[in-house]
């Protein structure tokens, strides 16, 4: 309980204001100068890649119906495959690379032996938590930002570009079918922050960061499972996955905000609880290390 | 110690508040709500008098009847028939607009996927996004009502429509009859009233943030396995916003159909006008003025459809239109060859021979769901049942197996 005396979280924030953000930046700096970082985002880059590439060579047309949402326009128009790596990396891709990035959040700098001198820093705690998730939410914008943007590229040099059908069967220009990729860009982060909170939460209850990221991505797929199963239907609208996919409301004419409310408020609700518990363990963790 | 049991306690107050607020929430939104109160006839007159044009709302459809869960999607679901019955399992979510007489459009939202109805005039278009298909129906503008009869996606009230006594059932001219919405169940209802049901006034409610009167058709008759229809209706409109229906002997309603949001403005206008996009297999049909629908011919190929343009063995028209119309017909006795024996809750539907679709039968999954019984195979549900028998005839009804059963052997 030592290092905790010195460090009330209010008293460094009336002193050192600026300080928050010094440490958020260097907190970012580190982050997206790891080689780590820029491995996951790369092999994300690859998926819509893979994706066009595949579609391009293939020489028979895909069955409608078949595969992921929108594999089979994709030829038709190069806009849909961003959609469609989207779709593919929401499951797994995504929430495994969050899970790195949130896992390694605390645990990471304890298993290195940095937490201490992150908190001789008169940042705080609170401070602490605050920029460590803040780093991991920006994680989560990047790496589906990264997804769209290299799906966007792909599907354009691929395949001829225009107007977009939506899933009820209108049609939009390009530039509104960019506006509803930033969309749904805006959705997946979103979604993700809920899975960033719970690795924080558990990155604070362990040194070991490869323990918490595992707990992180299995957790997450646990979740998933579980809303497969419609024997625990009750337990449905309760799981953090429950309205990953459903970003294909925002592809509907006109947009569907019912999901979109649904899900920032589940995943606030996720951040609340799991930022109070997180606080509270790491406020009371004997920083040895 | 004393600090640090205090720094766990945000951790266990922030959870408690969350549940609490879930927990209010849950109970602010069925609480009862104080309306002047008003007699069973006078809110059977707000209903007729509602002068509702346009709206634009999402439906939910809830339906318990203790058949097992058909995949809606994935590698088992079965095509056709079977996505007739999907609509009586789980539950499914639908957008509807409507603006005036005309014009309406109904959205079923899938995951990923989305199945539209749009209503323009004369004009009416399918579009299923899974395989990109669309349907273009085209009618002589006098059988307009037939058509609505005829409509295909008319998933749920459709169904237990069929199992009203329809027949002397006044039929509006527009078209938001015919896209599932809780006020085109609710008027399929209030039709089989008689003298032999009960009708009350239960406590006021709330439904899509609206307060609602609650009517309860209550049929004495024990020939149906109907317990209580309770028909949720507007204060202020007379609209009815939500329709749920209570089988004899099961405690959670067996099938309900609610509006979750509602809005009485009028909807864009753009919303009617629906051009296939590029890439889509479409198909073009021509509904004769009359008799009623094509599409009521059992399990026959639609011989206006090129085979050239027809997409996968799968993928028909969105819906498959035909076998939900011979599950359960529901054109009551304008069917031709369908005859509707005995009136009121209990009445039962019957289809001459060669009726039942061959798919009814081969379909591994809809066999699954069947059952064998004498001479044929039967659908028992909490709510509804179907026989088949083995020479096409079918009936229907929200009866027990046994009253199908002497129906058939009657004839």
Request: aromatic share 6%; charged share 15%.
């Amino acid at each position: 309980m030592l290092s905790a005396k010195a460090n009330g979280p209010t008293r460094e924030g009336a002193v050192r204001p600026g300080l928050g953000w010094a440490l958020l930046g260097s907190e970012l700096a580190v982050l997206f100068r790891r080689l780590r970082t820029w491995a996951m985002l790369i092999a994300l880059a690859a998926v819509p890649i893979l994706i066009a590439v595949a579609v391009k060579l293939s020489s028979r047309p895909t069955a409608p119906g078949r595969g992921p949402l929108f594999l089979d326009r994709i030829t038709q128009n190069g806009l849909f495959v961003a959609v469609t790596a989207l779709v593919v990396c929401v499951p797994l891709f995504l929430p495994f690379t969050v899970g790195v990035v949130a896992g390694d959040t605390i645990a990471g700098e304890a298993n290195l032996g940095t937490l201490r001198y992150l908190l001789i820093a008169p940042a705080g705690r609170i401070r602490l938590l605050l920029v460590k998730y803040a780093g991991a939410v920006a994680f989560c914008l990047a790496a589906t930002a990264t997804v769209a943007a290299s799906g966007a590229l792909a599907g354009v040099v691929l395949f001829p570009v225009g107007p977009v059908t939506l899933l009820s069967g209108d049609t939009i220009s390009v530039g509104e079918s960019s506006l509803r990729s930033l969309l749904i860009a805006a959705y997946i982060t979103v979604s993700l922050l809920g899975l960033s909170a719970i690795g924080l939460l558990i990155s604070t209850f362990t040194d070991v960061p490869v323990g918490a990221m595992a707990a992180t991505v299995v957790l997450s797929v646990v979740s998933q499972v579980l809303d497969n199963l419609p024997q625990l239907e009750w337990l449905h609208p309760w799981l953090f996955s429950h309205h990953w996919l459903s970003f294909a409301d925002l592809l509907r004419q006109p947009i569907s905000w019912t999901s979109f409310g649904e899900n920032a408020l589940l995943q606030a609700g996720y951040i609340a609880v799991c930022g109070a518990l997180a606080y509270a363990k790491f406020s009371n963790k004997d920083v040895l290390s | 110690m004393t600090r640090a049991r205090r720094r766990w306690l945000p951790a266990l107050l922030l959870p408690l508040a969350l549940a609490i607020a879930v927990v209010l929430g849950s109970v602010q939104a069925g609480a009862s709500v104080s309306l002047p109160p008003k007699s069973a006839e006078e809110i059977l007159a707000m209903i007729a008098r509602t002068q509702v044009r346009a709206l634009s709302g999402t439906v939910e459809q809830n339906a318990g009847l203790g058949l097992p869960e058909l995949p809606a999607s994935g590698p088992g679901a079965a095509p056709g028939a079977a996505s007739a019955l999907e609509f009586l399992t789980g539950s499914h979510t639908a957008r509807v607009y409507v603006d005036g007489p005309l014009k309406a459009r109904l959205q079923i939202l899938d995951q990923m996927a989305e199945r539209d109805v749009v209503i323009n005039g004369a004009e009416v278009w399918l579009y299923n996004s899974k395989d990109n298909s669309a349907t273009h129906l085209t009618v002589p503008t006098p059988s307009l009502a037939e058509l609505k009869d005829a409509l295909p996606t008319k998933p749920t009230p459709g169904m237990f429509a069929s199992d009203m006594p329809a027949t002397e059932m006044p039929e509006p001219d527009i078209p938001r009859q015919d896209v599932p919405t809780p006020e085109a169940l609710a008027s399929r209802f209030l039709a089989a009233v008689d003298a032999s049901t009960e009708v009350t006034v239960a406590e006021a409610s709330s439904v899509a943030g609206r307060s609602v009167y609650s009517l309860v058709l209550n049929p004495r008759s024990d020939e149906t396995l109907v317990d209580s229809v309770t028909i949720d209706v507007d204060s202020e409109t007379g609209l009815p916003l939500g329709v749920e229906v209570r089988a004899k002997g099961q405690a959670e309603p067996a099938y309900s159909l609610a509006y979750t949001q509602l809005d009485l403005s009028k909807p864009d206008a753009a919303l009617f006008d629906f051009t296939p996009p590029q890439g889509a297999t479409v198909i073009e049909k021509v509904l004769p003025a009359r008799p009623v629908p094509s599409m009521t011919q059992p399990s026959t190929p639609e011989p206006d459809a090129p085979a050239s343009d027809a997409p996968a063995p799968d993928a028909t028209t969105p819906d498959a239109p035909a076998p939900e119309d011979q599950l359960t017909p529901g054109h009551g006795s304008r069917t031709h060859g369908a005859t509707v024996t005995s009136e009121g809750w209990g009445s039962v539907i019957a289809l001459p021979a060669g009726s039942a679709p061959a798919e009814l039968t081969s379909n591994p999954q809809l066999s699954q769901a069947l059952q064998a019984v004498d001479g044929g195979r039967a659908l028992t549900t909490s709510l509804l049942s179907v026989l088949i028998l083995d020479d096409g005839r079918v009936y229907a009804g929200m009866v027990p197996l046994e009253r199908l059963q002497s129906a058939a052997a009657a004839q």
